[in-house]
C-alpha cells in the first residue's frame, strides 16, 4: 500500500485504477523487497560488496519507511463481523473472473450495510468497482 500516495495523486477513482498497487510485476513492488532485503540482510552484492544494513540505511530513509507506515496504518477500526463477512463474500471469489470478483465484493459492500458497518454509499461503491463516472 506504500504506492497509495502516489495513486491518490493521479486521482484513482475506480477499483480498476489501483490494480497497480498489488501488481506483482510493478516496478514500485521490486523497489520495496529491494529495500526490505537491504535492510534486514547483510549480502554479498554485485562485485564482492558486503550490504549491510547499518550502512544502507539512514535514519532519514527509516524514519521515512515509519512515517509511511503509521499514515497507512491509521484508519477505522476493523470490527470482527467486517471480516467474517469478507470471508463469507469475497473469499470464495478468489482466482475467479474479474466480473465474478467485483460481483462478490459489491455483495459484501451490500452486507456491510446491513450490518450497519460501513456509511458510504452502495451506489458511488459499486461506481467505484465498475469504473462507471
Not at 512515517?67 to 477500526?77: H, M, P, S, V
Request: net charge negative; charged share 30%.
Amino acid at each position: 500500500m506504500w504506492i497509495s500516495p502516489e495513486l491518490a495523486s493521479k486521482e484513482c477513482k475506480s477499483l480498476e485504477s489501483l490494480r497497480l498497487a498489488t501488481d506483482p510485476s510493478a516496478e514500485h513492488t521490486g523497489i520495496l523487497d529491494q529495500l526490505k532485503q537491504v535492510s534486514l540482510y547483510t549480502d554479498c552484492l554485485g562485485d564482492k560488496h558486503w550490504s549491510e544494513p547499518d550502512d544502507v540505511i539512514d535514519s532519514d530513509l527509516a524514519k521515512s519507511i515509519v512515517a509511511i507506515a503509521k499514515l497507512l496504518a491509521k484508519g477505522d477500526e476493523i470490527e470482527v463481523t467486517e471480516i467474517e463477512l469478507w470471508i463469507e463474500h469475497v473469499r470464495p471469489s478468489y482466482g475467479r473472473p474479474l466480473p465474478e470478483m467485483k460481483d462478490t465484493l459489491k455483495q459484501w459492500w451490500q452486507a456491510m450495510h446491513v450490518h450497519g458497518l460501513k456509511v458510504n454509499e452502495l451506489d458511488s461503491f459499486e461506481q467505484f468497482v465498475d469504473g462507471a463516472p
